[in-house]
T-cell receptor
Framework: DGGITQSPKYLFRKEGQNVTLSCEQN?????MYWYRQDPGQGLRLIYY???????QKGDIAEGYSVSREKKESFPLTVTSAQKNPTAFYLC????????????FGQGTRLTVV | GEDVEQSLFLSVREGDSSVINCTYT??????LYWYKQEPGAGLQLLTY?????DMKQDQRLTVLLNKKDKHLSLRIADTQTGDSAIYFC??????????FGTGTRLQVFP
């Protein structure tokens, strides 16, 4: 079955550490997105990529980095520069432009301990 | 600004209709969407409306769009406990970004 997979589902990080969240899709979608979800704030766009080897900053890119070396994969690194990383992170993909349905992964809950 | 706004909570009795409202800011948005999020999960597309439409009906769901006021609403008829979730409206902007609202938590009680 085609879909979008995020791993791990839960992640704990010590302060000062970098962590990488995985996002893989087998939908042959061109565009991929990372969102951060906090209670009462909805989804905020971190980074997005429309094609391989290219990506753009979203609204809250500071403290995060991404890569898009393969069409199927769009990993997100939460760096130590991100001051408040505890949140629920969602990855999504669309075929071409956003004027089509976005498919979401099940999310990764990151907690700083 | 780029805000897409929704009220945070809505509580309805089972069998009643629910109306979830959304206001957006970008008049150039071509598509507007409603997504549903179950607890601890990702989002799933419920329905969408093209910006040149006023209304779209899909079984128990009715979407109304007032483009002049930049107001979007989702009506769920005969609301069931299984409809309890967070509902997000979203707009496509410049064909390369999806901007989501703050989400409305719908609670359905017996």
């Amino acid at each position: 079955d085609g879909g979008i997979t995020q791993s791990p589902k839960y992640l704990f990080r010590k302060e000062g550490q970098n962590v990488t969240l995985s996002c893989e899709q087998n939908l042959n979608h061109d565009a991929m997105y990372w969102y951060r979800q906090d209670p009462g704030q909805g989804l905020r766009l971190i980074y997005y990529s429309q094609i391989v080897n290219d990506f753009q900053k979203g609204d809250i890119a500071e403290g995060y980095s991404v890569s898009r070396e393969k069409k199927e994969s769009f990993p997100l690194t939460v760096t130590s520069a991100q001051k408040n990383p505890t949140a629920f992170y969602l990855c999504a993909s669309t075929h071409g432009t956003v004027n089509t349905e976005a498919f979401f992964g099940q999310g990764t809950r990151l907690t700083v301990v | 600004g780029e805000d897409v706004e929704q009220s945070l909570f809505l509580s309805v009795r089972e069998g009643d209709s629910s109306v979830i409202n959304c206001t957006y800011t970008d008049s150039s948005s071509t598509y507007l969407y409603w997504y549903k999020q179950e607890p601890g999960a990702g989002l799933q597309l419920l329905t969408y409306i093209f910006s040149n439409m006023d209304m779209k009906q899909d079984q128990r769901l009715t979407v109304l769009l007032n483009k002049k006021d930049k107001h979007l609403s989702l009506r769920i008829a005969d609301t069931q406990t299984g409809d309890s979730a967070i509902y997000f409206c979203a707009e496509s902007r410049r064909a390369d970004k999806l901007i989501f609202g703050t989400g409305t938590r719908l609670q359905v009680f017996p």
